[in-house]
């Protein structure tokens, strides 16, 4: 677990220490684990760049408002599939699984998201990437394994479908469902094609577009006084500030979803 642990961690780390070093030290490839000619040219300013800040807020929004549709729709989509006497249940398999080797394209989504009236709204992000069939069949698999007693005894105790859902499977199912939140959070902060192909405003790009567009033009969203040398140390450290940057906010999350992942939401549910 240790030497996991240090291959894990130890190219995050040089990274970190990367972003907050000298240009002429990373030039010089001195950098390791510890910063080598401390500086904060690059965060400050791209933190000090009104755009990224209103990307950031766009990022916040996109990824919360998206995870909640997808889990609504995944959850049931799911929970329906779980049920073995359902008619019609190998064609809406079939049909989540086919989705998983053949799409119509990039240019037929394009035509259709603008058809729809989608592009430049938040909805061009969240609804064509609703439903992760990987994470449907992972829900799915777990709503199988929950035991068909339970849903019995709340038939019998007058529950009805939606009532047996809200109120005995989900309840049972925080584990998957953390799981599952924290898959599509993920999925959501990191992804910025959607966000790049189908917006067309500045102001309403995520903030790993503005990222994006950082290092691919280098300084392009620098500020417009900044000296010769700090854009120089900005293009020398931006991939590493970046990476920084994206993933600082769902390191702070995970620790708070991840006491779900060992919890035994089963232990004591069925007796006899």
């Not at 019995?152 to 953390?178: F, N």
Request: proline share 3%; charged share 10%.
């Amino acid at each position: 677990m240790t030497g996991v642990v240090v291959v894990t961690l130890y190219p995050f780390l040089t990274i970190v220490a990367r972003s907050f070093s000298s240009e002429s030290s990373i030039r010089a490839g001195g950098v390791n684990l510890w910063p080598e000619g401390f500086n904060l040219t690059t965060y400050r300013i791209v933190l000090g760049d009104g755009m990224f800040w209103r990307n950031y807020g766009n990022t916040v929004l996109y990824t919360v408002v998206a995870t909640a549709v997808a889990m609504v729709l995944t959850t049931c989509y799911a929970y329906v599939l779980s049920k073995r006497d359902l008619r019609g249940r190998g064609v809406l398999v079939g049909v989540a699984v086919f989705t998983m080797f053949f799409s119509g394209g990039l240019i037929p989504h394009y035509v259709l998201i603008t058809s729809l009236g989608m592009k430049n709204t938040l909805w061009a992000v969240v609804i064509p990437n609703a439903i992760s069939v990987f994470n449907l069949l992972v829900m799915k698999a777990f709503f199988e394994s929950l035991p068909g007693e339970l849903e019995e005894a709340a038939q019998i105790d007058g529950l009805g479908t939606y009532g047996i859902l809200l109120r005995i499977v989900l309840p049972l199912s925080k584990a998957v469902i953390a799981t599952m939140v924290l898959f599509y959070s993920v999925s959501f902060w990191n992804s910025w094609f959607s966000a790049f192909l189908y917006m067309d405003r500045t102001e309403l790009m995520p903030v790993t577009v503005y990222l994006r567009n950082l290092i691919v033009g280098a300084t392009g969203g620098t500020n417009a006084g900044a000296s010769t040398e700090q854009l120089t140390q900005v293009a020398s450290n931006i991939q590493s500030v970046t990476i920084v940057l994206t993933a600082l906010p769902i390191l702070c999350v995970y620790p708070f979803v991840q006491s779900y992942f060992v919890s035994g939401v089963m232990l004591g549910a069925v007796k006899g």
